[in-house]
């Protein structure tokens, strides 16, 4: 019996797959070695102090981490209950073919490219809000802030959110619904006391992915958030922040400055620096989640 | 009491599930609405005049199918190989994982990200200027992760014992690869290039800084220094400037036909997906 | 006698699997398998039979977290040395599961599966190793004028012996069975038996069966295996009239029932 023969798919597949990684880390120490400049040049104040202007070589990001968190924050307060109570009723209260239904739509929502949503937020959502805040006494240049990118975030959010949501819920096994109901308790008794226990892995993996998708988003939050630098509130002042426009990371690289720079080395690595920034927080939360989500397949068996 | 806490609880959720319809619907319902009256066969087949405010978006359209098809050509091959070695070649639970890994972090990578790597990697230091081929390798790499999964878990559900049962006949790897998961797993294949591709084609920012223009190309000529025009860019372009009326209209209307499109796509997977449902259900 | 029938073709020497964590399913087995007989193995579920035909034609290398340690030895060969081809090993020892397996296709490009990408089956003899194959399983004039129709139509007995034929194509020198008659009705596992029995005259059969009465019927050596701390070993091996009239280890009486 003679030794195997030359596998020419096993090559061509370890290659491929090398090269898969290969281009995740890539891009990885690309973005690394990219900034390296900027870090020399900031040092810890790229991060932590706030003053950005390109042309006085000042590259102090804070303002944009303060937009990027704030919005995605909004974008989660207001996509989870919506999100929790839809999956909770299509996961437990309505029957299968409405839930089926519900899905479908859900999903086509899903696949809403984000630009259209910008194009929502620009001709409908920036003037809604901006009446909203003229209703409410509020001194507004246009309808363009952080409050309403974090709005149309949430719309952008919800279908990915419920759709995660209700798979975690119905990763818990029917055995578990059929014996507590059989038990005598009602739905919501199950529902709190013997589903979302079991399903929070799931959930709170769907809540990481989520608020990772929504950090990311640039093109409907490059729209609508106002683009305007240096807006760090202090302590008092973070509400008002959120009803004047700002600046995220996504909707600065996304912006003029990105081609502005080619050419201009320090630049260029400022920019780079926002990109790592963003890439190690997303795809951090992307990997945290998986390992929550993980907890929830080897726990409960279907 | 327990009976009113289920009465609220239940209204609750149906409120909530009622205010994500609304807003579903209401998405929609806008787009359709508002972008219906733009449509004619001369929007489709009518290059653009007037910088967007008159004419069609045909080579808009083109540019997107370039960009998508080249995406498709370089993802799909791609995923066939990791999907391949993911089930036939690596053995412990624990390489699959860190697999898995690598592909979720792949399809976490914020868009933008693509754009500016791009920007710096094939337009600065390969000097490409603008081309189709990047954005199409861009985009290729972003839907990879999709591609791959659904291959995975079509090749997932064939039974285990078919595959002992091959290799307990004797077949090498390479034989039960192309006379077993391959065949099997095809519709997985191509039901994951079709959601890869849905997304890929409503995709802005990997394209915008590498690849396309907002006016002025028709086809590409060559590789290098040869962008294109695409759906998504010329919506975003259009929407920065949104006060001119006469816009308006054009704007939606190339909204609804890239909605059509991505929807288009993903529908075709759909009677695919249910009919790897059913069969997952039945084995 | 020549020495020739007295050499076992398959044999192993302080076989044991053990998990990753540590807990041994099989623990130090010394089984030899006579040639042109039907070997049965016998025992209580859990007590690791499938695992152990598993070993022997190295099926057990497709679970990435099992270690395997001591060594099975077919015709003298060490088989996980590292100069043999499993693929190969695996065609000269078929194995039939419980359930029966049946590829997409025909009957006839089921019969053939292995064969025509092995190289077993060519343009010149293809029909007539279909031919034979499928009247040693016992099923050709059942299918005869079927050879075209999608293997799925056939009934499961019918399937378990399309199995056969499949392996028999492959003209292996030993053939591995895991109950393959648990599944069936009483007539097709009646045909399967008779095909054991006319297979051993050319081939040698190792059937891991919990039918005691199927046991008696076909084997001329039976193996007993048993659960003893947790993990399979093995009791005794011996004629199989000897392993049922008088056993000699206790665990062997007590899974028989002691009957006679």
């Not at chain 1, 003229?134 to 759709?163: C, F, H, Q, R, W």
């Not at chain 1, 620096?273 to 080897?298: K, M, P, Q």
Request: charged share 20%.
């Amino acid at each position: 019996m003679r030794a195997r023969q030359f596998d020419w798919i096993r090559m061509v597949a370890i290659v491929f797959s090398v090269l898969t990684v290969a281009t995740v880390c890539g891009i990885f120490l690309f973005l690394l070695a990219g900034s390296v400049e900027a870090w020399r040049h900031e040092g810890f104040s790229f991060l932590a102090k706030n003053h950005w202007a390109y042309r006085k070589q000042f590259f102090e990001a804070a303002a944009m981490i303060y937009g990027t968190a704030a919005v995605a924050l909004i974008a989660i307060v207001l996509a989870v209950p919506i999100g929790l109570s839809t999956a909770i009723f299509s996961s437990e209260i309505c029957g299968e073919r409405s839930r089926l239904v519900l899905k479908f739509l859900v999903e086509l929502l899903a696949g809403v490219p984000s630009v259209v949503y910008g194009l929502l937020g620009v001709l409908f959502l920036r003037n809604w809000m901006q009446t909203l805040y003229e209703k409410g006494n509020l001194e507004v240049y246009s309808g363009d802030t952080l409050l309403t990118a974090g709005v149309l975030l949430a719309i952008m959010v919800l279908p990915t959110l419920s759709t995660l949501f209700d798979d975690a819920f119905r990763s818990v096994g029917s055995k578990y619904r059929d014996a507590a109901r059989g038990l005598g308790l009602t739905r919501a008794e199950t529902t709190f006391q013997v589903i979302l226990p079991q399903a929070l892995p799931g959930l709170v993996g769907a809540l990481l992915l989520s608020f990772g998708r929504a950090l990311g988003e640039t093109i409907a939050v490059f729209l609508v958030v106002g683009r305007a630098d240096n807006r760090f509130p202090k302590l008092g002042g973070v509400l008002h922040s959120l009803v004047d426009a700002g600046q995220t990371i996504t909707s600065k690289l996304g912006g003029a400055e990105t081609n502005i720079a080619v050419g201009d080395k320090l630049h260029t690595s400022a920019l780079l620096g926002l990109a790592l920034v963003l890439f190690v927080v997303v795809v951090g939360l992307t990997l945290i989640a998986d390992v929550v989500r993980s907890r929830l397949s080897s726990e409960t068996v279907a | 009491m327990r009976r009113l806490t289920d009465r609220i609880f239940t209204l609750l959720c149906g409120l909530g599930a009622f205010i994500a319809l609304g807003i579903i619907l209401t998405v929609l319902g806008l787009v359709v609405f508002r972008g219906a009256p733009a449509i004619s066969l001369r929007f489709f087949t009518e290059q653009v005049r007037s910088v967007g405010a008159e004419g069609g978006i045909f080579y808009q359209l083109v540019g997107t199918l370039i960009l998508i098809a080249t995406a498709a050509v370089i993802a799909v091959p791609l995923a066939a190989g990791v999907g391949i070695y993911h089930q036939l070649y690596v053995h412990t639970p624990r390489s699959r994982r860190a697999m898995d890994a690598v592909l979720h972090a792949l399809n976490g990578i914020p868009s933008i990200v693509f754009g500016l790597v791009g920007l710096a990697f094939f337009v600065q230091m390969l000097g490409m200027k603008k081309s189709w081929l990047a954005g199409g390798i861009l985009l290729a790499v972003m839907i990879l992760p999709t591609v791959t999964v659904a291959f995975i878990e079509r090749m997932r559900a064939i039974p285990k014992v078919t595959i002992e049962a091959a290799y307990g006949l004797g077949l090498r790897r390479p034989q039960i690869a192309l006379s077993i998961l391959f065949p099997q797993a095809v519709s997985g294949l191509v039901t994951g290039t079709l959601l890869g591709l849905a997304r890929a084609a409503g995709e802005t920012a990997p394209i915008m800084f590498t690849a396309v223009i907002f006016a002025g190309a028709t086809m590409p000529k060559g590789v290098v220094d040869s962008p294109v025009l695409a759906l998504p860019y010329h919506i975003f372009v259009l929407a920065q400037d949104s006060f001119d009326p006469s816009m308006t209209q054009k704007m939606w209307g190339s909204a609804v036909v890239l909605l059509m499109l991505v929807m288009g796509l993903s529908l075709i997977a759909l009677p695919l997906r249910l009919k790897i449902h059913e069969e997952a259900r039945r084995v | 006698m020549s020495d020739d029938i007295l050499e076992p073709i398959l044999s192993t020497h302080q076989l044991s699997v053990r998990t990753r964590e540590g807990r041994f399913l099989l623990r130090d087995v010394g089984l030899e398998i006579p040639r042109r007989m039907v070997t049965g193995i016998i025992g209580p579920s859990g007590a690791g039979k499938s695992t152990l035909l598993k070993c022997l034609n190295r099926l057990i290398d497709l679970s990435g977290t099992l270690e395997v340690s001591g060594k099975v030895l077919f015709e003298g060969e060490d088989t996980r040395a590292k100069s043999v081809d499993p693929d190969e090993l695996r065609r000269r020892i078929g194995i039939v599961f419980q359930q029966p397996v049946v590829f997409p296709g025909s009957v006839a490009q089921n019969v053939l599966f292995a064969a025509t990408r092995l190289g077993t089956a060519n343009r010149r003899n293809r029909d007539e190793l279909l031919e034979e194959s499928l009247r040693q399983a016992g099923l050709w004039n059942e299918v005869k004028d079927r050879l075209k129709e999608m293997a799925s139509t056939l009934s499961v007995g019918q399937q378990q012996r399309l199995a056969i034929a499949r392996t028999l194509a492959g003209k292996p020198d030993i053939i591995l069975m895991d109950e393959p008659t648990s599944s069936l009705d009483p007539r097709s596992t009646e045909s399967i038996e008779q095909t054991i029995v006319e297979l051993k005259k050319t081939r040698t059969i190792v059937l891991v069966t919990h039918h005691l009465e199927q046991a008696r019927r076909l084997c001329d050596w039976v193996a007993c295996l048993c659960q003893k701390e947790g993990a399979g070993e093995l009791m005794e091996a011996d004629r199989c009239n000897v392993v049922f009239c008088s056993p000699v280890r206790e665990e062997t009486m007590e899974y028989l029932g002691m009957k006679c």
